[in-house]
T-cell receptor, first 113, second 114 residues
Framework: GENVEQHPSTLSVQEGDSAVIKCTYS??????FPWYKQELGKRPQLIID?????GEKKDQRIAVTLNKTAKHFSLHITETQPEDSAVYFCAASNRDTGNQFYFGTGTSLTVIP | NAGVMQNPRHLVRRRGQEARLRCSPM?????VYWYRQLPEEGLKFMVY????????ESGMPKERFSAEFPKEGPSILRIQQVVRGDSAAYFC????????????FGPGTRLLVL
């Protein structure tokens, strides 16, 4: 089955700096890669996603890159703000076999004002 | 359009009791996924259902756990004879028929087994 690894587990940045979170996956058949943000006690919220036929996607301060050959993908947050502080999870799935999400272990991001 | 609903939000059970967790997907969504999140860990896939069918239950323990998604009503995750290790947050997510990729998560049910 799919195995997703995520690094780092914790990340502290100064407000305004950039944050990068990296994930690797094991199953080359995975073709959909969402990122979720989870605040304490809340539900995971989708922030950005990317399909395997795309190498990069950007939405304002958030971008995701995908390297299919190396089987890794990354989340980039620029100009971080205190409200970006949360736990971020990457996931991988195969849309063709049910789209079950296999999540990384999460990155706790703290943005220091 | 109401989001994914789960109830109860918090559930306390003693060892050996049964826990029933309910999930109402977003209107028009026919795919339901259940995930378990242990304290300070990531979400683990448990089971994927469509109306009246279990599609994939490979992530669900073989014993004590069962799930259903009837033609009418919410999806139910049932845990029999709960043990302390079942204490976790259980999230369901739903996705629409026409665009299967994106999953929308419910607020979760936090189960505490005493």
């Amino acid at each position: 089955g799919e195995n997703v690894e995520q690094h780092p587990s914790t990340l502290s940045v100064q407000e305004g700096d950039s944050a990068v979170i990296k994930c690797t996956y094991s199953d080359s058949a995975s073709n959909y890669f969402p990122w979720y943000k989870q605040e304490l006690g809340k539900r995971p919220q989708l922030i950005i996603d990317i399909r395997s036929n795309v190498g990069e996607k950007k939405d304002q301060r958030i971008a995701v890159t995908l390297n299919k050959t190396a089987k890794h993908f990354s989340l980039h947050i620029t100009e971080t703000q205190p409200e970006d502080s949360a736990v971020y999870f990457c996931a991988a799935s195969n849309r063709d076999t049910g789209n079950q999400f296999y999540f990384g272990t999460g990155t706790s991001l703290t943005v220091i004002p | 359009n109401a989001g994914v609903m789960q109830n109860p939000r918090h559930l306390v059970r003693r060892r050996g009791q049964e826990a029933r967790l309910r999930c109402s997907p977003m209107k028009g969504h026919s795919h339901v996924y259940w995930y378990r999140q242990l304290p300070e860990e990531g979400l683990k896939f448990m089971v994927y259902l469509q109306k009246e069918n279990i599609i994939d239950e490979s992530g669900m323990p073989k014993e004590r756990f069962s799930a259903e998604f009837p033609k009418e009503g919410p999806s139910i995750l049932r845990i029999q004879q709960v043990v302390r290790g079942d204490s976790a947050a259980y999230f369901c997510a739903s996705s629409p028929r026409t665009s299967v990729e994106t999953q929308y998560f419910g607020p979760g049910t936090r189960l505490l087994v005493l």
